[in-house]
């Protein structure tokens, strides 16, 4: 099979760099929520099995949250990818043995649920594909024009409810 090297384009260069973005600012927030919840940085590299339960559900939301590698996620935690891949391995098998470990996951499963919904990465790009060509439209567009539409949808608004 003779297959071609054929270089991304630039504007899907851009775009992956924004879906990478998105899911990394979400990943921080999720160890900031987590690292709240507990009282201490659950990114240290401790291994009392306090710390290192509290690590384990969060690499565990920020993995089922966002569409990072595990590369990726071991970047944010100082660990290496084998290493993520054990501990959402071992959080499995853990949360149906431990009670309270089981109770704090279902919180932060609710938790991010709610706030984040479950990842699909079809739907995470196509929102940051929309959200790429609105801003372009935007930046192309002249100012008046958007009032103007602005104007029109609140018109319009105000008709449909008369």
């Given at each position: 099979m003779n297959?071609?090297?054929?270089p991304y384009r630039p504007e899907t260069i851009k775009k992956k760099a924004d879906i990478r973005r998105l899911s990394l600012n979400k990943a921080k927030s999720i160890i900031k929520f987590c690292?709240?919840?507990?009282?201490f940085d659950v990114t240290t590299d401790s291994r009392k099995r306090i710390y290192t339960n509290s690590r384990f559900i969060a690499m565990k939301m920020i993995n089922d949250y966002t569409n990072l590698s595990l590369e990726d996620i071991g970047l944010l935690f100082g660990k290496h990818h084998?290493?993520?891949l054990y501990s959402l391995d071992t959080i499995k098998?853990?949360?149906q043995y431990d009670k309270e470990l089981k109770e704090q996951y279902d919180y932060f499963k609710n938790h991010f649920d709610n706030r984040y919904g479950l990842f699909n990465k079809n739907e995470e790009i196509n929102k940051s594909i929309a959200i790429f060509d609105i801003v372009k439209i935007l930046e192309e567009t002249d100012l008046n024009d958007i009032i103007s539409i602005k104007d029109k949808l609140c018109l319009t608004r105000s008709e449909m409810t008369l």
């Open positions: 297959k071609k090297y054929k690292s709240k919840y507990y009282g084998a290493t993520i098998v853990i949360v």
